[in-house]
């Protein structure tokens, strides 16, 4: 039984392609009626389909089921299956790898077998239930096999998403009649892409959220939430979907281009081994294959040919792009999000929306200010912009090595501190150790191998009136172990040393984002201390009796603080305290007089919006890469050539998760800032080899139409997918 929308295009098309005439004799007599085939008229006004906004919504939930599922991944594997980061590194892009391969085989089944509407709905319920999968499983309590578990979920989803990338768009395409309604299809194209582009912002900034903020289960996060949500999410999609299935014109399948491609390959090469051994030769490989298919097919198929030859090296790009969900994760996990002054932190993994929020802001800024800018410098061509995309992906990686390199002058393993507790300096001599302490401040050395036990003799700066003469002291300062030691003065104006508990621990971890001790003089004993940050924490504290120093506190939340003591004496004002670091309170009194500083014993994580330049930049590498290559892709390749350049162009996202697999497997590096730098040589190496082969590359201009496709020999059956629905393929 026909749907309802093809039934009404079986009567547009009769009423369009027929036409009543009443042909009234001269002499009189009867009239008789005749039908008379017309060209039907192209600038017919013909209705908006409105099955395309049942597919817009399939296609945007889609793409926040699948970026919020994938946003929150990589931190899944390494926090909760407690995955080591080089495995997780390979898991993660090799699921993302097959993310991008399953497409050849779902266009296959739509176009072969199943048709693009059931071919979604199936494969939808598969990627439903992967999600489903991956929810419960990420439910400690529930003590299932969780690795075991996940990684089938995993596998679903790939299969789902894979599967339904080629085909959404293209049966959003379907639903218009061409050439009348072109005009309207290139604006669905728009509309599909911003609408995908904006489920993929919202995701990536909301999922995060639920993972981190919300507490399920008796734990300190809910992965349950973040994958949950956009698991019923898709429920809901698949649902709005099969609502406008009256309404859907649906084709039936008419065999797939890819596989007939593969065969006319494979019959010409076999022909070739054959026919050369008879010494009859032909000026192409490809020609072989002309007793079987049309000389026009073997042509197209040469054509691709040529294009694919420079789709080699492009895997390497996207080998950079798709690390942004795991090492970049992993690099933003590290840093600190916190906005001082304010209650809202950025979460490692939100760090991720800034490339689609950055892709709907810069492309008309491209299309209308970069690209007429650069053209004067002689960038205007496809392949030109295509390399100079490439280039940006290498400085992206440049930028992020260089954050590394920071984030890892953050090391805290010292393994001796001298603080110093009076108004005086001192400089100090030693067989291992020289230098000078300020006064109030202190001085870190690290390097040590093995314990040593080493004497120290300090010398008072001059006109210093607390000290009456040198002294000197022994430490000892342990490898891998962090001690700490307190320089003060008695009653009698000599210097003391003192250790600071038994060893330092000035490490944090993102359960206690700050440390804060305090030194103080023995005045100082048993008073209170009152803390107060600008968001509302506060606490007292009062200081022991018997010692001159504190406990590190822990725990506390990041802000502006405030420290007083006997709630009227001022110790310090908005005093930062960041994530990451740890701070020593050095306080020196005399009656209502006090000396106060703060010391920064180790400094606070690299912030996280350091990573903007490297977002920017590999953004705009997108966009000249991306968007320029399937443009390239599209406008080079014969009409019936397209959608296996859409397959190829999909391919190559995948090879490129290979190469990250296999350069994680490989260990070349311990410093993953040396491994970015590995990334951006390869890639500007790549590029050089992208652009020897470019410079040969002829441009051709096709101007075969698919009506003209349609009356070619037909010796090859004929792709059912409107060609125009690749624009948005590899943006699904």
């Not at 239930?129 to 929810?135: K, Y």
């Not at 942004?324 to 996990?333: I, L, M, R, V, Y």
């Not at 030693?430 to 314990?451: D, H, Q």
């Not at 296999?662 to 800032?673: D, H, I, P, R, S």
């Amino acid at each position: 039984m026909k749907s309802k929308a093809n039934q009404e295009d079986a009567i547009h098309e009769d009423e369009i392609e027929k036409c009543l005439r009443f042909d009234i004799p001269s002499s009189g007599g009867k009239i008789t009626p005749t039908v008379r085939r017309v060209r039907p008229r192209v600038d017919r006004k013909i209705k908006y389909p409105k099955a395309v906004f049942f597919i817009i919504t399939n296609g945007s939930v889609k793409r926040f089921c699948y970026y919020g599922m994938k946003t929150v991944l990589y931190l899944y594997m390494l926090k909760k299956l407690h995955f080591e980061e080089q495995r997780a590194t390979v898991l993660y892009h090799s699921w993302a790898g097959l993310c991008y391969f399953f497409p050849i085989f779902g266009g296959i089944l739509a176009d072969t077998f199943l048709g693009k509407f059931s071919t979604i709905v199936y494969l939808s319920l598969i990627y439903f239930l992967g999600n489903v999968l991956l929810s419960i499983t990420s439910i400690t309590n529930l003590h299932l096999p969780q690795v075991e578990l996940s990684l089938v979920g995993l596998l679903l989803i790939a299969i789902g998403t894979g599967g339904i990338k080629p085909c959404v768009s293209s049966f959003g395409g379907d639903q218009f009649i061409l050439p009348q309604q072109k005009d309207q299809l290139d604006k669905f194209f728009s509309f599909f892409y911003f609408a995908i582009n904006a489920g993929s912002l919202i995701s990536t900034f909301i999922t995060p959220i639920f993972r981190e903020d919300l507490k399920c289960f008796g734990e300190d996060s809910c992965f349950p939430v973040a994958f949950g949500v956009p698991a019923a999410l898709m429920l809901v999609s698949i649902v709005v979907f099969m609502l406008g299935r009256p309404l859907y014109k649906i084709n039936k399948p008419k065999g797939n281009i890819v596989v007939s491609v593969c065969k006319c390959i494979w019959h010409a090469l076999k022909n070739k081994s054959k026919l050369s051994k008879s010494n009859r030769t032909k000026d192409h490989w490809l020609d072989y294959a002309d007793d079987r298919y049309s000389e026009k097919i073997i042509s197209d198929i040469k054509l691709l040919l040529r294009v694919l030859v420079l789709f080699v090296p492009l895997s390497v790009f996207w080998a950079l792009f798709d690390q942004q969900g795991s090492k970049w994760t992993s690099q933003a996990d590290r840093m600190s999000g916190d906005i001082i002054g304010t209650s809202f932190s950025i979460k490692a993994d939100q760090m991720q929306v800034i490339n689609p929020f950055l892709i709907l802001a810069m492309i008309p800024l491209f299309q209308y200010f970069i690209y007429p800018i650069i053209a004067r410098c002689g960038i205007s061509t496809p392949l030109r912009k295509l390399a100079t995309g490439g280039l940006l992906a290498a400085v992206a990686f440049v930028v992020s090595a260089l954050v590394e390199f920071k984030i890892g002058e953050t090391d805290k393993i010292v393994t001796l501190r001298i603080y110093n507790q009076v108004d005086c300096g001192f400089t100090f001599n030693s067989p291992a150790l020289n230098g000078s302490i300020p006064p109030m401040g202190f001085m870190a050395f690290n390097k040590v191998r093995g314990s040593q036990e080493m004497n120290i003799e300090f010398i008072p700066d001059f006109g210093c009136k607390i000290f009456k003469a040198t002294f000197d002291t022994t430490v000892t300062r342990v490898e891998g172990k962090g001690t700490a030691f307190l320089l003060s003065n008695n009653s009698q104006g000599y210097g003391t040393m003192t250790q600071i508990g038994d060893f330092d621990d000035i490490n944090t971890s993102s359960a206690e984002p700050t440390k804060l001790r305090f030194l103080f003089n023995s005045e100082m004993q048993g008073k209170i201390i009152t803390i107060k940050s600008n968001l509302g924490f506060g606490q007292t504290l009062k200081l022991p009796t018997g010692k001159l120093y504190t406990d590190y506190i822990v725990g506390q939340p990041t802000g502006l603080y405030n420290f007083m003591y006997d709630d009227n004496v001022t110790l310090a004002q908005d005093v930062p305290q960041e994530r990451g670091g740890v701070y020593v309170f050095n306080i020196h009194c005399q009656g209502q007089t006090c000396e106060s500083k703060i010391l920064e014993a180790a400094p606070g994580w690299v912030h996280m919006l350091w990573l903007l330049p490297q977002y920017v930049i590999i953004t705009a590498a997108e966009i000249m890469f991306s968007i320029t290559g399937f443009e390239f892709a599209f406008t080079q390749a014969p009409v019936s050539m397209k959608s296996v350049l859409s397959a190829c162009w999909l391919l190559t996202v995948a090879f490129g998760n290979l190469i990250v697999v296999l350069v994680a497997e490989a260990k070349f590096f311990e410093n993953q800032a040396y491994e970015f730098l590995l990334f951006a040589g390869l890639m500007a190496l790549d590029m050089l080899v992208f652009i020897v082969l470019a410079i040969s590359y002829q441009y051709v201009t096709h101007h075969d139409t698919e009506e003209e496709e349609e009356e070619d020999d037909d010796k090859m059956p004929h792709q059912s997918t409107n060609t125009l629905g690749s624009t948005v393929t590899n943006n699904d």
